[in-house]
């Protein structure tokens, strides 16, 4: 089994910064892609930026200039740090895994718990 564990989020001023970081642990997995998801109160939830293996990071329009994605292979971590913040950037975020098992096998998406981030105006 893989876990996502995230940590970061809190309460923020507009123009404020904060640092998510998600660690994957699990026994025999590699990851395509992983990345960050967030879904404010009666929204759908959307992609916030992901990175792929070997590819550029892909952020969403609204994050653009603003936030960074950050991922360490040899520790199974990511982190988002977030500058400039909005208070329309405030949801509950998610870390997201695209996972594979063993060479050849099939993918899977795992999804850590969510942290809350608030950003006051």
């Known amino acids: 089994q893989v876990q996502l564990v995230e940590s970061g989020g809190g309460l923020v001023q507009a123009g404020g910064s904060l640092r998510l970081s998600c660690a994957a642990s699990?026994?025999?997995?590699?990851?395509?892609?992983i990345g960050w998801y967030r879904q404010a109160p009666g929204k759908q939830r959307e992609l916030v930026a992901v990175k792929r293996s070997g590819g550029r990071p892909i952020y969403a329009d609204s994050v653009k200039g603003r936030f960074t994605i950050s991922r360490d292979n040899a520790d199974n971590t990511v982190d988002l740090q977030m500058n400039s913040l909005k208070p329309e950037d405030t949801a509950v975020y998610y870390c997201n895994a695209n996972i594979i098992r063993f060479f050849g096998g099939p993918s899977f998406d795992y999804w850590g718990r969510g942290t809350q981030v608030t950003v006051s105006s």
């Open positions: 699990g026994s025999s997995f590699s990851i395509n892609a």
